[in-house]
């Protein structure tokens, strides 16, 4: 299997964990932590256009966002620099978080429109949705490996 076929499959399986996890922290703190339905908004502000146009576009922004990540992973992994372990998918999904809190800081300032949140509770949320997607990926890759 290539990594781009390996990376996707592991997107897929992080991204739809992580966003599982958004949603369950959102019921729970009664906030809208939806990465997807954030991206649409800005998209929606941005572009005036239908809101289910918006939606599909927030969410293939997501997951596009989310195969990126995993490329990064899956090219650590195949080149051996780190181990797909636990302990490792820990710490690239607190790093992969620290790195969306940056650039999503960024996209809501730089916005002419951003939504209006608790910023600070959706950063906070922000690292262990990421620690959830990687924990994922890495499984994700794991059981992949074993299939080869």
Known sequence: MQKLEKAALEAIAGTSMMTLFSYMVSVAAKENFSEPEHLATLIHRLLPQTKKLSKVQGWTAHYLVGLVFAAVYTELWERRKLKPSALNALMLGAV?????????????????????????????????????????????????????
């Open 96 to 148: 992969s978080g620290a790195v969306a809190v940056g650039v999503w800081k960024l996209t809501f300032k730089m916005h002419p429109s951003p939504p209006w949140i608790k910023y600070n509770k959706y950063y906070a949320q922000l690292v262990p949705a990421h620690i959830v997607f990687a924990l994922f990926a890495t499984l994700t890759y794991r059981q992949l490996k074993a299939e080869e």
